[in-house]
């Protein structure tokens, strides 16, 4: 088992960033594949970016691509994602997500993770 607690979400605004923080705990978080994903209110949740468990490979989401960068510090057992040129489209919350795997493979589908954090509020105005 691992729990994630996502932290560094908050209002600003168009043009401006936020790095989000995901800390976890519980079993040796190098095990784990890591996810962003986000969902506004009467959306669907979506793919913002993922990492490999070794932070080999990471994939993004053609919204963000450029825009943002996940990266992963596996001493400290966290996972950030660094959000610059923010649009009021990135408004949602954003949710860190992990996956058990023996691969250097970042996985996209939401389904695919095995646990979940509760998430952090990120508002863009315009």
């Known amino acids: 088992q691992v729990q994630l607690v996502e932290s560094g979400g908050g209002l600003v605004q168009a043009g401006d960033s936020l790095r989000l923080s995901c800390a976890a705990s519980?079993?040796?978080?190098?095990?784990?594949?890591m996810g962003w994903f986000r969902q506004a209110p009467g959306k669907e949740r979506e793919f913002v970016a993922a990492?490999?468990?070794?932070?080999?490979?990471?994939y993004y989401a053609d919204s963000v691509r450029g825009r943002f960068t996940i990266s992963r510090d596996n001493a400290e057992s966290t996972v950030y994602l660094q959000m610059n040129s923010l649009k009021p489209e990135d408004t949602a919350v954003y949710y860190c997500?992990?996956?058990?795997?023996?691969?250097?493979?970042?996985?996209?589908?939401?389904?695919?993770?095995?646990?979940w954090g509760k998430g952090t509020q990120v508002t863009v105005s315009s």
């Open positions: 997500a992990a996956k058990t795997s023996r691969t250097a493979t970042a996985y996209s589908y939401y389904g695919q993770y095995d646990y």
């Open positions: 990492i490999s468990r070794g932070g080999t490979t990471t």
């Open positions: 519980g079993r040796t978080f190098s095990s784990y594949a």
